[in-house]
């Protein structure tokens, strides 16, 4: 019996409160925002001030809670960098896989500001893995340049409790196959 109170034991002991039975207010929309993109990220409100989102593991990976430690130990793997067809692939296959905890992914090339907005799918809450990415047609998890223009990139995430971490990369720490 103890099996099934000891993950909640654990969590309790880290800092993480059980999910609570009442779902938690929806943030408020700045004034002139647009309710639907206020709920997705994706650069829709690059200067403004936003309320962090409530933070509650639920083990489904979408508040910043739960995806920060993961993507703070795969920095490596957040970009990567493909010659293919003539052209330079910048890949974000990684971010897009945790993109619910997100607010924003945003870019910079070759020592260019983390400005450029990566277009992310919204999450899909109705599937049992909301990261699912189902959408690529107009969600493509990649960017393209010209062949052998990329140098360097920098990277800006911004998590849905407000925090941003940028990491930049060299072409040759980041090219892929």
Known sequence: MIDLFLPLILGMG????PPQT???PAPPVLAGEDI???DL??????DGARDPEPQIATGKFTTALEVRPILGMTQSSWVGVREYDGQDLVYFTHLMAWRCGLWDIRYGVNGGPADIVVPMEPCNEEFAQPNVMIDLENYAPYVTFLLGFVENISV???YDDGGIETV??????VRIP
């Open 168 to 173: 930049a990369f060299d072409r040759a720490d």
């Open 14 to 17: 880290v800092g993480i409160d």
């Open 36 to 38: 639907a993109t206020a």
């Open 22 to 24: 009442q779902s938690a």
């Open 156 to 158: 800006e995430i911004v």
């Open 41 to 46: 990220g994706s650069g829709d409100d690059l």
